[in-house]
């Protein structure tokens, strides 16, 4: 069975600081593991995915994360927090074919 | 390329009505997903369509259906609306399905259900 926690459901950070969200996951099988951003009355879209090799992901935006296997963890962070990085921020792990279990997601507030 | 679209954006029903919801993937992806997104639940899977076939399906209620087109264009139903079913929709695409391939999914802006 594949789910995923995201510890801290609402984040806040000064402009310029470190953004760190948490996520860990439980799988089965080795995990292929996704972060995604949600903006207001919109979709969701990638900022980054683990499926093999690398163990640091880089995503866009600035953004990036490491799988650590022993601790299950796949937290997302970016080195200098910008006010356009405000919004909702969910880790998920697939499944078979294309499902995806998510986490209860992260809202990140960034304070000016 | 076009990303995935959803129709309508918006829509208010009734208790005990039915609703139609379309999605229309990227051109080329064969995989729609369908999710539920509310402020209580999160994001809850519903189903996966691949080659006009159900892939997997979530823990919902027989109420919800949906369907897949040879063109890949996907619709949901929802039968007998109850409250609780307010949501708003997301519909994804992905290029594959079948095995674990580690492909994304594409997500559309949703539709957002309201029931009264």
């Known amino acids: 069975a594949q789910s995923v926690t995201q510890l801290g459901s609402h984040v806040s950070v000064s402009e310029g600081a470190l953004v760190l969200l948490r996520c860990n996951y439980s799988?089965?099988?080795?995990?292929?593991l996704f972060w995604y951003v949600q903006y207001p009355n919109q979709g969701l879209q990638l900022l980054l995915k683990?499926?093999?090799?690398?163990?640091l992901v880089k995503g866009i935006n600035g953004f990036e994360a490491e799988f650590k296997k022993s601790e299950t963890s796949f937290h997302l962070t970016k080195p200098s927090a910008h006010m356009s990085d405000a919004a909702e921020y969910f880790c998920?792990?697939?499944?078979?074919?294309?499902?995806?279990?998510f986490g209860t997601g992260t809202s990140l507030t960034v304070i000016p | 390329k076009a990303g995935v679209t959803q129709t309508p954006r918006y829509l208010i029903k009734t208790r005990g009505q039915q609703v139609t919801l379309s999605c229309s993937p990227i051109?080329?992806?064969?995989?729609v997903s369908w999710y539920q997104q509310t402020p209580g639940q999160g994001l809850q899977f519903l189903f996966e369509?691949?080659?006009?076939?159900?892939?997997n399906k979530g823990n919902f209620p027989g109420r919800f259906s949906g369907r897949q087109f040879s063109n890949s264009r996907s619709e949901m139903n929802v039968s007998t609306l109850e409250l609780g079913d307010s949501a708003l929709y997301l519909c994804?695409?992905?290029?594959?399905?079948?095995?674990?391939?580690?492909?994304?999914?594409?997500f559309g802006p949703g539709t957002r259900l309201t029931v009264l």
């Open positions: 998920a792990v697939s499944s078979s074919g294309n499902q995806f279990y």
């Open positions: 799988s089965s099988v080795p995990p292929y």
């Open positions: 683990y499926t093999t090799g690398a163990t």
């Open positions: 051109s080329g992806h064969r995989s």
């Open positions: 369509y691949f080659s006009e076939t159900q892939r």
């Open positions: 994804a695409s992905a290029q594959m399905s079948g095995a674990r391939t580690g492909n994304e999914q594409f």
